[in-house]
């Protein structure tokens, strides 16, 4: 069965750093597209980075391109989202997500439907 726990969430000050971890088990993190999504209250998923079985290549939304950076360590069975210069905007709900592998285009990689295994959130609030 496979399960995903996030951790790293907190509060934080504009143009501060965090760090998420999402540590899996019943799969392996190197066969699985990984993704990072958000959520605010009232408001539609986002994917906001993804990462391809092996770790290669990394895919981002525009609006933390440059900022968070997407990695994993399959000895670990984890998968890290290093926030920097955190915005008010990124606060919210966030989400690790696991896709079964399969071919899939890098634009889909964001897209919520493409994921079958979730994790129960971390929530992030970032203060102006």
């Known amino acids: 069965q496979v399960q995903l726990v996030e951790s790293g969430g907190g509060s934080v000050q504009a143009g501060g750093s965090l760090r998420l971890s999402c540590v899996s088990s019943?799969?392996?993190?190197?066969?699985?597209?990984m993704g990072w999504f958000r959520q605010a209250p009232g408001k539609e998923r986002e994917g906001v980075a993804a990462?391809?079985?092996?770790?290669?290549?990394?895919y981002y939304s525009d609006s933390v391109k440059g900022r968070f950076t997407i990695s994993q360590d399959n000895a670990k069975n984890t998968v890290y989202l290093q926030m920097n210069s955190l915005k008010p905007e990124d606060t919210s709900m966030y989400y690790c997500a696991a896709a079964s592998p399969g071919s899939r285009p890098l634009f889909r990689l964001l897209v919520p439907s493409e994921y079958a295994y979730w994790g129960q959130g971390t929530q992030v609030t970032v203060s102006s």
């Open positions: 019943g799969y392996t993190t190197s066969r699985y597209y």
């Open positions: 990462i391809y079985p092996g770790g290669f290549p990394t």
